[in-house]
């Protein structure tokens, strides 16, 4: 009976491991993802912006601001799937 029980506690033991390594690897994984996207969208935004021009806002009308928006959003605000 005292080997059944060391037998069985490690191969719960065993199996508890197995699934927190491998919990512990997606979650990793999770978060590499995570921070990838979040570069990405930084980086973007980046780009939105200085192609926005801020700086001289107020220099233009309603019109060019408008079109300056739709240039950079159909430049650079989709993302390219090739």
Request: aromatic share 10%; with cysteine; charged share 30%.
């Amino acid at each position: 009976m005292k080997i059944f029980r060391i037998a069985f506690t490690l191969i719960l033991s065993f199996i508890v491991l197995t699934l927190g390594v491998k919990i512990f690897r997606n979650f990793n994984i999770s978060r590499d993802l995570k921070k990838e996207e979040k570069n990405e969208i930084k980086q973007a935004a980046e780009i939105l912006n200085e192609c926005f021009d801020l700086k001289n806002k107020s220099q233009r009308t309603i019109n060019d601001s408008l079109k300056l928006i739709e240039y950079c959003l159909k430049e650079y605000g989709y993302k390219n799937n090739n």
